[in-house]
């Protein structure tokens, strides 16, 4: 696993670890009524699955919209 994708899983479980504890020790729910720790959850689910699945749907938009990666901007970067 190189240092890309093990930064994703981190991330990704840092947030989802986060979100437990703030339900565990502050109250905070999913459930109780619109709140915006769903979009925590998703953010911080993604984090860790493209982190151990290798596939992102935004690489993918950024990619379809013309931005490279960065393996090759760096590649195509004169000054590198």
């Known amino acids: 696993m190189n240092t890309e994708r093990l930064i994703r899983v981190i991330a990704g479980s840092f947030i989802l670890i986060s979100l437990l504890l703030a339900h565990v ?21 993604n984090l860790l699955q493209s982190g151990l699945t290798r596939w992102c749907l935004m690489e ?19 000054g590198k």
């Open 25 to 45: 020790y502050n109250g905070a729910s999913l459930t109780a009524g619109p709140t915006w720790l769903w979009f925590t959850a998703f953010v911080g689910a």
């Open 60 to 78: 993918k938009i950024l990619l379809a919209l013309g931005v490279k990666s960065g393996c090759a901007a760096m590649r195509t970067d004169p």
